[in-house]
């Protein structure tokens, strides 16, 4: 079975541009989670989704970001503008409802 | 809420010594446990998980963990580490009603020769 899917892998972009990162989650799966990784705060959760449904946005930086899923096998987390202390590693993962987390391997963002 | 501790940040061992990882958790109910592994580059990867039952769990790549609630940990052992457990381990803790994990910091695994 093909696991949680993210694109792209590699970001490199420009202070001020638009940032869209996607994510395909497992089939099945109700859940979808968005997560960022880096060296000074660790894996820290922006948003989850159930049944498509943004439920807990409370980590999410800032206006500048913002996450969508408009459909069960799809969703998309969007940084306008960006800026450099974005840069991170953005990990998509979903589940079940108390199952385990299945993450994807990453899209390392850039912000020159 | 939920609270995950790994009180070792960095640890180094020699291939083919044991291992253990420590983690405490916080959680008012009885907890689901997790560990997860994540190499260089990688996502992150289940190693192990704790929903009930045994307390002492057996998960992939000869990696254990055993729950104990008197003292709010879920340890995680390797009895004879190879060079490519080499990785950073992270501790999670959720709950049977709830969509959300707590994640520890992590504790970085260095494998010497």
């Known amino acids: 079975d093909a696991g949680v899917i993210q694109s792209p892998r590699h970001e490199v972009t420009e202070m001020g541009q638009e940032v869209t990162l996607r994510c395909k989650p497992i089939?099945?799966?109700?859940?979808l989670f968005w997560y960022r990784q880096t060296m000074m705060r660790g894996l820290e959760l922006l948003i989850y989704?159930?049944?498509?449904?943004?439920?807990?946005d409370s980590g999410m930086p800032e206006d500048r970001f913002s996450a969508k899923m408009p459909n069960a096998s799809f969703s998309t987390l969007k940084i306008q503008p960006s800026e450099p202390r974005d840069s991170a590693v953005y990990f998509c993962?979903?589940?079940?409802?108390?199952?385990?987390?299945?993450f994807g391997e990453g899209s390392r963002l850039t912000v020159l | 809420a939920q609270s995950v501790t790994q009180p070792d940040i960095h640890i180094t061992v020699s291939e083919g010594a044991s291992l253990e990882l420590r983690c405490n958790y916080s959680y008012g109910a009885t907890p689901y446990l997790f560990w997860y592994v994540q190499s260089p580059g990688q996502g992150l990867q289940l190693l192990l998980k704790?929903?009930?039952?045994?307390?002492l769990v057996q998960g992939i790549k000869g990696f254990e963990a055993e729950f104990k609630r008197s003292q709010s940990s879920f340890n995680l052992r390797k009895p004879s580490v190879h060079w490519s457990d080499a990785a950073e381990y992270f501790c999670a803790v959720g709950a049977a009603d709830d969509y959300k994990l707590s994640f520890g910091a992590g504790t970085t695994v260095t494998v010497r020769a």
């Open positions: 993962a979903s589940s079940s409802l108390g199952g385990e987390l299945f």
């Open positions: 089939s099945g799966h109700n859940s």
């Open positions: 704790y929903f009930s039952g045994d307390t």
């Open positions: 989704f159930n049944n498509n449904v943004p439920i807990d």
